[in-house]
């Protein structure tokens, strides 16, 4: 679902009716100094692996700089983390769910933040 291009940079590709929409994203401020829970796929992370990425809103506010911002894997590696079955000490899926369950809500959470960078 993510794919990256660079260090500080990815793109977030949902599929939706109309095909995959794609929103850039640019890391912010660094990762995030203790542990945290990505925000689409809920795997938490040990102290740098979940980052703050913001994205440009479309049409005008994003033209002035406006920006949706969230906190999610810092490597953008979403739709992998969500097939990990054993917690590590470095990543920890969602806890008692299965990976469809895990996959279905990363794909609802990344299609809200696409619907609100879009709106
Ligand atoms: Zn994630």
Not at 47 to 55: D, K, M, N, R, Y
């Amino acid at each position: 679902m993510t794919s990256t291009d660079g260090a500080d940079r990815g793109v977030l590709l949902v599929p939706g009716d109309d095909g995959a929409t794609g929103v850039v994203l640019r890391a912010a401020n660094g990762t995030a100094r203790a542990a945290a829970m990505c925000a689409l796929c809920r795997t938490t992370h040990s102290v740098g692996g979940v980052g703050l990425f913001a994205a440009p809103r479309s049409g005008a506010k994003g033209r002035q700089g406006d920006t949706v911002g969230t906190y999610i894997c810092a490597d953008l590696s979403c739709a992998e983390h969500v097939r990990v079955e054993k917690a590590t000490a470095a990543l920890k899926p969602a806890p008692g769910m299965t990976v469809d369950e895990r996959r279905a809500g990363l794909r609802e959470r990344a299609a809200e933040f696409v619907a609100a960078v879009t709106a």
